[in-house]
Antibody, heavy 119, light 107 residues
Framework: QVQLVESGGGVVQPGRSLRLSCVAS????????VHWVRQAPGKGLEWVAV????????WYADSVKGRFTISRDNSKSTLFLEMDSLKVGDTAIYYC????????????WGQGTLVTVSS | DIQMTQSPSTLSASVGDRVTVTCRAS??????LAWYQQKPGKAPKLLIY???SLESGVPSRFSGSGSGTEFTLTISSLQPDDFATYYC?????????FGHGTKVEIK
């Protein structure tokens, strides 16, 4: 069955970096877009970024553009999110999620990993 | 970015009620709209895609309608398992955006 498992969350100081990973199983990641979506404690959902198919085409939310980098290693069925210059406002649960194609939303989600940015 | 405005933010209803949630986009998104259900401590679950298509395995009491900038999610007869928060999401533009959510509470 389709599974997405995130890891790499933790507590980090403002201005520092953190790298999240998401391992996919049950499907061929190279045939899908894979996204990151975050949710601040007690708040709504915010789409963060997507990497399409071979990783050559990536899109970002304005709130993270220039600070976050999404990438993928299809040979390892793994998605990454490199987060630099972290801010207190980046504190959230980070979910990875799958999209069947450009014109389809997010049909499978991981359980999320918590990132806390605090001094 | 395209802004998504959901209303109401909170809705109190009873089992068996017909419930409607509205989502408005700041510009036309054609029919590229999805609805998700999220329960506390859980990841969101896809209910509706392309404004009105029911995702596989989702009960038929859920339905979606609308086009352009105005969309609705309807639950025809609210069940105990449906008390949750519902989000709309547009995927028309290069930057996908969610609505702020509608919490459906027990009346």
């Amino acid at each position: 069955q389709v599974q997405l498992v995130e890891s790499g969350g933790g507590v980090v100081q403002p201005g520092r970096s953190l790298r999240l990973s998401c391992v996919a199983s049950g499907f061929n990641i190279s045939n899908y877009g894979v996204h990151w979506v975050r949710q601040a404690p007690g708040k709504g959902l915010e789409w963060v970024a997507v990497t399409w198919y071979d990783g050559s085409n990536n899109w970002y939310a304005d709130s993270v553009k220039g600070r976050f980098t999404i990438s993928r290693d299809n040979s390892k069925s793994t998605l990454f999110l490199e987060m630099d210059s972290l801010k207190v406002g980046d504190t959230a649960i980070y979910y990875c999620a799958r999209g069947r194609n450009r014109w389809f939303p997010l049909d499978y989600w991981g359980q999320g990993t918590l990132v806390t940015v605090s001094s | 970015d395209i802004q998504m405005t959901q209303s109401p933010s909170t809705l109190s209803a009873s089992v068996g009620d017909r419930v409607t949630v509205t989502c408005r986009a700041s510009q036309s998104i054609n029919n590229w709209l999805a609805w998700y259900q999220q329960k506390p401590g859980k990841a969101p679950k896809l209910l509706i895609y392309k404004a009105s298509s029911l995702e596989s395995g989702v009960p038929s009491r859920f339905s979606g309608s609308g086009s352009g900038t105005e969309f609705t999610l309807t639950i025809s007869s609210l069940q105990p398992d449906d008390f949750a928060t519902y989000y709309c999401q547009q995927y028309n533009s290069y930057s996908w955006t969610f609505g702020h959510g509608t919490k459906v509470e027990i009346k």
